[in-house]
């Protein structure tokens, strides 16, 4: 069984850095994908970054040149560093990886339990 665990979270002020990791126990397959999710209070979970096996990247528009996602396979880990943080990026920040299932990846199956990051004015 695999566990995501994130760390790095917490608060910062408004043109700040933070970078998130998330490690994982157990495998995860280096030709899978991992993700970084977020939720704000009273909003839905919104998609903050994703990774593929390949090493493809997307953003959103909202973190595009801000935000930097990276993995070390070696070490089982996932990371977002966060720069010209914003208010509205407060939010509580989750991992989540693909599982492995033959020669299949099945999508974001493993997810943490989430870290909090706050961004005040």
């Known amino acids: 069984q695999v566990q995501l665990v994130e760390s790095g979270g917490g608060s910062v002020q408004a043109g700040g850095s933070l970078k998130l990791s998330c490690a994982a126990s157990?495998?995860?397959?280096?030709?899978?994908?991992m993700a970084w999710y977020r939720q704000a209070p009273g909003k839905e979970r919104e998609m903050v970054s994703t990774i593929g096996g390949d090493g493809t990247t997307t953003y959103p528009d909202s973190g595009k040149g801000r935000f930097t996602i990276s993995r070390d396979n070696a070490k089982n880990t996932l990371y977002l560093q966060m720069n010209s943080l914003k208010t509205e990026d407060t939010a509580k920040y989750y991992c989540a990886a693909d599982a492995v299932n033959g020669v299949h990846c099945v999508h974001l199956h493993y997810w943490g339990q989430g870290t909090q990051v706050t961004v005040s004015s």
């Open positions: 157990g495998y995860i397959f280096s030709g899978c994908g």
